[in-house]
């Protein structure tokens, strides 16, 4: 899978606030960008996130819900804390 971390990749959105019965598949650049897309979508909670890879590997969200940082490492910056005074 890592080395298909700089390969294109199919991203398609399936919104979690509306049913809809289509949902329109975008190419990202990357794998890299179309995880780092779907974890926010996952964590925010606004949408439920299917990947197909350059290999074709289709990676659902569940798979991406447990794999997803993990193979993002360092690209997902969590927002800093206020120091308490």
Same mark, same amino acid.
């Given at each position: 899978?890592?080395?298909?971390?700089?390969?294109?990749?199919?991203?398609?959105?399936?919104? &979690? /606030?509306?049913?809809?019965?289509? +949902?329109?598949?975008?190419?990202?650049?990357?794998? *890299?960008?179309? =995880?780092?897309? #779907?974890?926010?979508?996952?964590?925010?909670?606004?949408?439920?996130?299917?990947?197909? &890879? /350059?290999?074709?590997?289709?990676? +659902?969200?569940?798979?991406?819900?447990?794999?997803? *940082?993990?193979? =993002?490492?360092? #690209?997902?910056?969590?927002?800093?804390?206020?120091?308490?005074?």
């Amino acid at each position: 899978m890592t080395k298909e971390m700089n390969e294109p990749a199919d991203l398609t959105l399936w919104p &979690t /606030a509306v049913r809809v019965k289509t +949902a329109e598949c975008r190419e990202q650049p990357d794998l *890299r960008t179309a =995880l780092l897309i #779907a974890v926010e979508a996952l964590e925010a909670g606004t949408a439920k996130p299917w990947i197909i &890879t /350059a290999a074709g590997d289709i990676l +659902a969200p569940n798979w991406i819900e447990a794999n997803g *940082r993990r193979l =993002l490492g360092d #690209a997902i910056v969590e927002d800093e804390l206020p120091m308490a005074a």
